[in-house]
């Protein structure tokens, strides 16, 4: 059964920090894309960053500098480092992964909500 559990998510001030992860099981992480989306109230579902199997850190280019994404395929995780938090960043905030060959192997996690306001 695969699995892909957010965590990390909560209320921050303007400015301020947090990290998200996404752990993966029951799949080979290694073979797969991971992605972080997100969605905010009333609008369309968003790429934030991408971490390919290939090691390329991909990034919307309105988060570049702020946001940084990591994997690590020994605990089969992905990471996002969100800094200089702003109220437009407030939304649900879903991991994604996607095998590199077999793309109907796509699955979701069930998303971590992250606020920013003071």
């Known amino acids: 059964q695969v699995q892909l559990v957010e965590s990390g998510g909560g209320l921050v001030q303007p400015g301020g920090s947090l990290k998200l992860s996404c752990v993966t099981s029951g799949i080979h992480f290694s073979d797969y894309d991971m992605v972080w989306y997100r969605q905010a109230p009333g609008k369309k579902r968003e790429l934030v960053a991408a971490a390919t199997t290939g090691g390329s850190l991909n990034y919307a280019n309105h988060l570049k500098g702020r946001f940084i994404v990591s994997r690590d395929n020994d605990k089969n995780a992905l990471y996002l480092q969100m800094n200089t938090l702003e109220p437009e960043d407030t939304a649900v905030y879903y991991c994604?992964?996607?095998?590199?060959?077999?793309?109907?192997?796509?699955?979701w996690g069930q998303g971590t909500q992250v606020t920013v306001s003071s």
């Open positions: 994604n992964a996607r095998h590199q060959y077999e793309f109907h192997r796509d699955y």
